[in-house]
């Protein structure tokens, strides 16, 4: 049974991969092969964009360097625990299968990890901006990707100062991170509610106003430059003497010569079957999109305290956040969407909240914050791409080309030492 395929197969002068993945980091890594002089294939279960990317909060930020596990989280934890609503939460059910990695995740919740994820990070992202122009062609940047900065809110001086050491480690890192005061909030966005009196203003981040079609104009760009989309479940691999010679996909055996694993939350068996053992886990998040917001918000927000953002899209504002941990299958927990929906108001008092939207997804986390971008260490002709955890569309882009080079065998731009899929 042959798999149901969009656009043209053409034939790379350096060979063939096939990209586990159609999600931002999948579709980017098939485009910058194709710059690099492969012929590409991607498969997926979904037709491109339509999985975890789809209801990406939409921030594009360079700054977003953070670990999630952060130096005082460990104090925090158990009053998360015990609001199944609040910023934190585990079903219990799902309790003996995440406490391993949750021990492993707060052993990294250290000043001295947070400085070694946020620096590696920082390599990692702050090109994001012209990677993305690099693989818009056209107009298609300016019309999906803005660069008006990003506004971080507190109520109070204590929850700013509380933030002070975070902000200090991204500004030694090269982000610019401006402390502004409640006229200039107002100015920025008039429409947040007046408690908020302190800011932090990032100018040089920005949003997609639609990361679905983001991913989809990418994935569009390389179907018309000869690339190939086969729309499967990927469920084994087959393993020749080299390496994975051809995928067991839910439409039949699809031949491989290179492969790229990008399947996010997906990856962890695929990625023991080529030879790396690694503890993926997936943070389940929420957003909620008022399709008639009626109020002005012109540029990312994010409430600092309730670890939530909100964005102006195309398709209506809105706001995502918190993390769930309860394993890939069990069902939506939507309250926690309509907790969001009730910070959202919080944040913006006159919010049109009548048509209303709500979803779920996976983000693809590892304990340290740090994806994998690393050949396999078994394998020379398969690499590995997962776990960009909170900031896959910030992030995307600049794997995609790391990716190429590792395939090429040239010498990526930055460090991946740190990215590492021996590292655990």
Request: glycine residues 10%; hydrophobic residues 40%; positive net charge.
């Given at each position: 049974?042959?798999?149901?395929?969009?656009?043209?197969e053409?034939s790379?002068?350096?060979?063939?991969?096939?990209?586990?993945?159609?999600?931002?980091v999948?579709?980017s890594?098939?485009?910058?092969?194709q710059?690099?002089?492969?012929?590409?294939?991607?498969?997926d279960r979904?037709?491109p964009?339509?999985?975890?990317?789809?209801?990406?909060?939409?921030?594009?930020?360079?700054s977003?360097?953070?670990?999630?596990?952060?130096?005082?989280?460990?104090?925090?934890?158990?009053?998360?625990?015990?609001?199944p609503?609040g910023?934190?939460?585990i079903?219990?059910s799902y309790l003996?299968?995440a406490t391993?990695w949750?021990?492993?995740?707060l052993?990294?919740?250290?000043r001295?990890?947070?400085?070694?994820?946020a620096?590696?990070?920082?390599?990692?992202m702050e090109?994001?901006?012209?990677?993305?122009?690099e693989?818009?062609?056209?107009?298609t940047f300016?019309?999906l990707?803005?660069?008006?900065g990003c506004?971080?809110i507190?109520e109070?001086r204590?929850?700013?100062?509380?933030?002070?050491?975070?902000l200090?480690l991204r500004?030694?890192?090269?982000?610019?991170?401006?402390?502004i005061g409640?006229?200039?909030?107002?100015?920025?966005?008039?429409a947040?509610n007046r408690?908020f009196?302190?800011?932090i203003?990032a100018p040089?981040?920005?949003?997609?106003?639609?990361?679905?079609?983001?991913?989809?104009?990418?994935a569009?760009?390389?179907?018309?430059?000869?690339?190939?989309?086969?729309?499967?479940?990927?469920k084994?691999v087959e393993?020749?003497?080299?390496?994975?010679v051809?995928?067991?996909?839910?439409?039949?055996k699809l031949?491989?010569d290179?492969?790229?694993?990008?399947?996010?939350?997906?990856?962890s068996?695929?990625a023991?079957?080529?030879?790396?053992?690694?503890?993926?886990?997936?943070q389940?998040?929420?957003h909620v999109?008022?399709a008639?917001?009626?109020?002005?918000v012109?540029r990312?927000?994010?409430?600092n305290?309730?670890?939530?953002?909100?964005?102006?899209?195309d398709?209506?504002l809105?706001i995502?956040g918190?993390?769930?941990l309860a394993?890939l299958?069990a069902?939506p927990?939507?309250a926690r969407?309509d907790?969001?929906?009730g910070?959202a108001v919080?944040?913006?008092?006159?919010?049109n909240?009548k048509?209303?939207?709500?979803w779920m997804?996976?983000?693809p986390?590892?304990?340290?914050s740090?994806p994998?971008?690393?050949?396999?260490p078994?394998?020379?002709?398969t690499v590995?791409?997962?776990?960009?955890q909170?900031v896959?569309i910030?992030?995307g882009g600049?794997?995609?080309?790391?990716?190429?080079?590792?395939?090429?065998g040239?010498t990526?731009r930055?460090?991946l030492t740190p990215f590492s899929?021996?590292?655990?």
């Amino acid at each position: 049974m042959t798999p149901d395929r969009l656009g043209p197969e053409m034939s790379g002068t350096k060979g063939h991969v096939t990209v586990i993945g159609a999600g931002i980091v999948g579709v980017s890594s098939a485009a910058f092969l194709q710059r690099e002089g492969f012929a590409v294939t991607i498969v997926d279960r979904l037709e491109p964009g339509l999985g975890t990317s789809f209801g990406n909060a939409g921030s594009v930020s360079p700054s977003a360097i953070l670990p999630v596990a952060m130096p005082g989280v460990m104090k925090k934890v158990p009053g998360w625990l015990l609001d199944p609503l609040g910023p934190l939460t585990i079903r219990w059910s799902y309790l003996p299968w995440a406490t391993p990695w949750l021990l492993r995740f707060l052993r990294h919740a250290s000043r001295k990890e947070a400085t070694r994820v946020a620096t590696a990070m920082r390599a990692l992202m702050e090109t994001v901006f012209d990677d993305y122009a690099e693989l818009l062609e056209g107009d298609t940047f300016a019309r999906l990707i803005r660069r008006n900065g990003c506004l971080y809110i507190y109520e109070n001086r204590e929850e700013l100062q509380a933030a002070k050491w975070s902000l200090d480690l991204r500004r030694e890192l090269g982000a610019a991170m401006e402390e502004i005061g409640g006229s200039d909030i107002r100015q920025l966005e008039p429409a947040l509610n007046r408690r908020f009196d302190l800011g932090i203003f990032a100018p040089e981040n920005g949003s997609t106003v639609d990361p679905h079609l983001l991913v989809r104009a990418i994935a569009d760009q390389v179907l018309r430059n000869g690339g190939t989309f086969v729309r499967a479940d990927v469920k084994d691999v087959e393993i020749g003497p080299d390496g994975p010679v051809a995928l067991e996909t839910s439409s039949g055996k699809l031949p491989v010569d290179r492969l790229v694993l990008a399947a996010g939350a997906w990856s962890s068996p695929l990625a023991r079957k080529l030879g790396a053992k690694v503890p993926l886990e997936t943070q389940r998040g929420y957003h909620v999109t008022f399709a008639e917001p009626q109020i002005d918000v012109r540029r990312t927000v994010m409430w600092n305290r309730r670890s939530v953002f909100v964005n102006p899209m195309d398709c209506g504002l809105r706001i995502a956040g918190t993390v769930e941990l309860a394993g890939l299958k069990a069902a939506p927990n939507y309250a926690r969407a309509d907790k969001l929906a009730g910070i959202a108001v919080e944040m913006f008092p006159d919010l049109n909240t009548k048509e209303q939207s709500k979803w779920m997804g996976h983000r693809p986390c590892l304990p340290d914050s740090l994806p994998v971008i690393d050949r396999s260490p078994r394998f020379a002709n398969t690499v590995f791409a997962f776990g960009h955890q909170h900031v896959g569309i910030c992030s995307g882009g600049p794997t995609g080309r790391h990716v190429a080079s590792l395939m090429a065998g040239s010498t990526p731009r930055i460090d991946l030492t740190p990215f590492s899929a021996t590292r655990f």
